[in-house]
């Protein structure tokens, strides 16, 4: 199936891995990666974390 991706940034994998972090290997319905201005932990932290809540809403709300 497809695959929503919030991604950190700076996200110093993608320097390796590309922007979908290798997850387009593993999602055969592709991959749609988002960037988060936060750090990896700072993801789950405010402010980050209520757009990260925000985008996740919203894209549960496309797929009803």
Do not use: M
Not at 2 to 29: H, I, K, R, T
Not at 39 to 50: I, N, S, W
């Amino acid at each position: 199936g497809a695959l929503s991706l919030w991604v950190a940034s700076p996200n110093y994998w993608a320097e390796d891995l590309g922007p979908q972090l290798g997850w387009e290997d593993l999602a055969e319905g592709g991959v749609e990666a988002r960037t988060i201005e936060a750090d990896h932990y700072g993801l789950l932290r405010p402010p980050a974390v209520e757009g990260l809540a925000e985008q996740i809403g919203q894209k549960l709300r496309e797929k009803t």
